[in-house]
Nanobody, 126 residues
């Protein structure tokens, strides 16, 4: 019954920044791994970053693909998860999805997530 909705996508030039938001409703997330995924045209959906909903905000996980450029954070009071994206590149162009799964630790496997938003388009182009 938990629902997720992404927002904040759009058109941005190379080197620019965007902040994506994910609002959760209809349930609780204790414990939950909250993840960001993306899917580019012709490619499979891939993991970006995750954060533990019930954690202090420092328990996060990411891969080398976006390390140093992307940052995940949350605001439990607002039921929000954010993805700050900096120094965007053309290869970052994709539909970005917010997802959730019950877990006491961060999860990166796409098959483990069972709640998904509809996605928000991010296009990096000059």
């Amino acid at each position: 019954q938990v629902q997720l909705q992404e927002s904040g996508g759009g058109l941005v030039p190379p080197g620019g920044s965007l902040r994506l938001s994910c609002v959760a409703s209809g349930g609780t997330f204790n414990p939950y791994s909250m993840g960001w995924f993306r899917q580019a045209p012709g490619k499979e959906r891939e993991f970006v970053m995750s954060i533990l909903w019930a954690g202090p905000g420092t328990n996060t996980f990411s891969t080398s693909t976006t390390s140093g450029r992307f940052f995940i954070s949350k605001d439990n009071a607002k039921n929000m998860v954010y993805l700050q994206m900096n120094n965007l590149k053309s290869e970052d162009t994709a539909v970005y999805y917010c997802a959730a799964v019950q877990s006491p630790k961060n999860v990166m496997e796409i098959g483990s997530y069972d709640v998904w938003g509809q996605g928000t388009q991010v296009t990096v182009s000059s």
